[in-house]
Nanobody
Framework: QVQLVESGGGLVQPGGSLRLSCAFS????????MGWYRQGPGQQRELVAT???????NYADSVKGRFTISRDNAKNTVYLQMNSLKPEDTAVYYC?????????WGQGTQVTVSS
């Protein structure tokens, strides 16, 4: 059974940076497409970024140029480097992994951008 555990969230000032990590437990991590999603207060969950097994990446327009998704197959971990953070980036950030019909979510980590 796959489990995803996010870490790295917290409180940061506008313009600051955070790096989120998502640890994948289970087999075949390297075959999974991994993604980060977020859900702000009173909002629907939205895509932030994805990375395929071949390390092709995709980003929401709102984070292009500021966020970078990456993966380390040796460590079964996916990362989200977030720079130039804005108050509107405040949300719970969720890690997702999917492979064919199998979709898994982490429990989420809170990111708060505030002065």
């Amino acid at each position: 059974q796959v489990q995803l555990v996010e870490s790295g969230g917290g409180l940061v000032q506008p313009g600051g940076s955070l790096r989120l990590s998502c640890a994948f437990s289970g087999s075949s991590f390297r075959f999974y497409t991994m993604g980060w999603y977020r859900q702000g207060p009173g909002q629907q969950r939205e895509l932030v970024a994805t990375i395929t097994s071949g390390s092709n990446t995709n980003y929401a327009d709102s984070v292009k140029g500021r966020f970078t998704i990456s993966r380390d197959n040796a460590k079964n971990t996916v990362y989200l480097q977030m720079n130039s953070l804005k108050p509107e980036d405040t949300a719970v950030y969720y890690c997702q992994g999917y492979l064919m019909t199998h979709v898994y979510w982490g429990q989420g980590t809170q990111v708060t951008v505030s002065s």
